[in-house]
């Protein structure tokens, strides 16, 4: 499988990453991730150049890490800057240090040519790092190619089925979609407003909601690897009123960063961002442990999937439906930016 190799992934949070080194791979890059005495993150290659033992599981000596097969040790630019018996460094003893830029709570890392890391590409998630919303998160690794992953976000009327008892009611699949792709940013968006809705356990638990509600999913996804689904959920009939804040309805902005381990490995980062109940610790522990079931209904359904896809013949034919339209938008993004290599939205 080709990747954008061109475009920055989330590789932890910005709370995983400190003084212990962290092992992530992406794009089949093995990184070792660690903070430096003064809180920068750093991202090198996590091979020693001498005997390719992973300096993740080597050790920090201040801002340096000390390989733990023979001792070369490195600063922060991947340089080598001590060989055990000899003065001597030789010119190539170095590792590969990647791009990061933290934001938004994310730890975002450039995997491709380091000459067109732009960091003004990277698209926002406010809400992870805004005091005025809880947020709970996680990450779970997939054993299945990041491109199912997608599929499955951007199609939510497998709530329905996948996601009864907790996400998904009858109205998810039944209700019609609207898609919109913006060419010249590389943004897809699809939309699902539900105007009379069963309430989901989801959110009849965590905003007291009684009766049945308006409920609106709106997605909006920047390939490769960022998607944000936008949810409104309100006593039904209730709308966003045409002029000023939208404050008798609930709001949770559920974000994941969609990020290629390997052709068919995957890390599945999640979060869920709300506004309302702020300080209630009792509903942060409800949706922490719900969207983690959640997110672990698809994960095996994805590993299950990726096993049914790698036994399959070679161009084997899906079948898409006026369901999938956003799920292929995406897919022609990705392609194209795979394709030209692009930086940002693909052109």
Request: glycine share 6%.
């Amino acid at each position: 499988m080709a990747f954008a190799r061109n475009q920055w992934y989330v590789t932890a949070y910005s709370s995983e990453v400190g003084r212990d080194l962290l092992a992530r791979t992406v794009l089949g890059e093995p990184l070792v991730l660690y903070r430096t005495e003064s809180g920068e993150a750093v991202a090198l290659a996590d091979r020693c150049v001498h005997r390719r033992y992973p300096l993740s599981e080597s050790r920090l000596d201040g801002d340096t890490i000390v390989c733990g097969y023979h001792g070369f040790t490195y600063d922060q630019t991947g340089t080598c800057v001590f060989v055990p018996g000899q003065q001597r460094i030789p010119r190539t003893a170095r590792v590969a240090a990647y791009p990061v830029v933290e934001q938004d709570s994310l730890i975002w890392v450039w995997i491709g040519d380091r000459d067109r890391a732009d960091p003004t590409t990277i698209p926002r998630a406010p809400w992870l790092d805004d005091p005025r919303y809880a947020v709970v998160r996680g990450m779970e690794p997939l054993n299945a190619r990041y491109s199912l992953l997608v599929d499955n976000l951007m199609d939510l009327s497998h709530e329905t089925y996948l996601h009864g008892g907790y996400i998904g009611t009858p109205e998810v699949a039944n209700t019609p979609i609207t898609t919109e792709v913006d060419e010249e940013r590389g943004i897809v968006y699809v939309s699902r407003h539900m105007d009379d809705a069963e309430c989901p356990p989801f959110y009849a638990k965590s905003t007291g909601i009684q009766g049945r509600i308006t409920r609106w999913q709106d997605i909006e996804y920047h390939p490769p690897c960022l998607y944000l689904l936008h949810s409104r959920i309100a006593p039904q009939g209730l709308y966003p009123p045409a002029e000023g804040e939208d404050s008798d309805a609930f709001h949770a902005e559920i974000v994941y960063a969609i990020t290629p381990s390997t052709e068919h490995t995957t890390y599945d980062f999640w979060a869920v961002a709300r506004d309302f109940a702020i300080d209630d610790e009792s509903v942060s522990e409800y949706l922490h442990q719900s969207n983690r079931t959640v997110v672990m209904q698809d994960v095996t359904a994805l590993n299950i999937l990726e096993q049914v896809i790698a036994s399959e013949p070679d161009k084997y034919q899906e079948l898409s439906i006026n369901i999938d339209t956003g799920g292929l938008a995406a897919r022609r993004l990705i392609a194209r930016m795979v394709e030209a290599g692009t930086v940002g939205a693909p052109r």
